[in-house]
């Protein structure tokens, strides 16, 4: 069992930066990658960006040059950085923890892009 909390979310103007955080518990020696994914109200849940337990990272294209993802093994914890935010990143914002066999998810977290 992997637990995973979420932080970071809210609402800022277009343009501005957040950052989201993912904290693991349990089982985290199963973890192979760790990452985020998004969903947009009437929309599928999309793959944002993700760090393998090796440090490769892959980011979806809508994001690449704007988001940064990283990992702290030390803290079992996973950040995204997002920055020069746009009304379309608007979405609740899941974590995601694969064990290669699982998928965990964290309870998502919005955020708000004001144009």
Avoid: H
Avoid at 84 to 108: N, R
């Amino acid at each position: 069992q992997v637990q995973l909390v979420e932080s970071g979310g809210g609402l800022v103007q277009a343009g501005g930066s957040l950052r989201l955080s993912c904290a693991a518990s349990g089982g985290i020696f199963s973890i192979n990658a760790m990452g985020w994914y998004r969903q947009a109200p009437g929309k599928q849940r999309e793959l944002v960006a993700a760090v393998t337990s090796g440090g490769r990272t892959i980011y979806a294209d809508a994001v690449k040059g704007r988001f940064t993802i990283s990992r702290d093994n030390a803290k079992n914890t996973v950040y995204l950085q997002m920055n020069s935010l746009k009304p379309e990143d608007t979405a609740v914002y899941y974590c995601f923890a694969d064990t290669g066999s699982y998928y965990y998810w964290g309870q998502g977290t919005q955020v708000t892009v004001s144009s």
